[in-house]
């Protein structure tokens, strides 16, 4: 992986630059992330808070839950990141939103038991029926 990793939304508003590599990479099958997304998974990674910069724009936060927020574009909307308030020193970033999102590959599923039945995906990984070893969300 090449560092650092850039990203940003659909319309150029936001953007954001992740010096540091990523602790670990996922995919989200939890209610809230396909509601967020309208999309059956997301695919996150996490990285160091210090490690992550915006560069351009400003996000909109949306409190989701008791337990975290998620940061998107107040343009075009799009899904940025997400900040659980226990992990402070963390932040999740959608792996799609990175400008080359095949820089990072996810390593297992989380929240399995919400997977949409008809959606899966044709790999190998460990998957976890809730959260995932390493994840705050």
Do not use: N
Not at 104 to 110: A, C, D, E, Q, W
Not at 113 to 135: H, K, Q, V
């Amino acid at each position: 992986m090449k560092l650092p990793l850039e990203g940003g939304c659909l319309c150029g508003g936001v953007r954001y630059r992740i010096s540091a590599a990523p602790s670990h990479a996922d995919y989200c099958h939890c209610r809230m992330c396909q509601r967020a997304a309208g999309a059956p998974v997301v695919p996150w990674l996490t990285v160091a808070r210090e490690a992550f910069a915006w560069t351009a724009g400003v996000p909109a936060v949306y409190r989701s839950s008791q337990e975290a927020e998620r940061l998107f574009c107040p343009t075009c909307g799009t899904q940025l990141a997400f900040r659980a308030l226990a992990a402070p020193g963390e932040l999740d970033v959608t792996v799609a939103s990175l400008d080359d999102p095949a820089a990072v590959r996810p390593g297992h599923h989380i929240w399995t038991a919400s997977r949409i039945g008809w959606f899966d995906t044709a790999d190998d990984l460990p998957r976890y029926p809730e959260r995932g070893p390493g994840t705050s969300g």
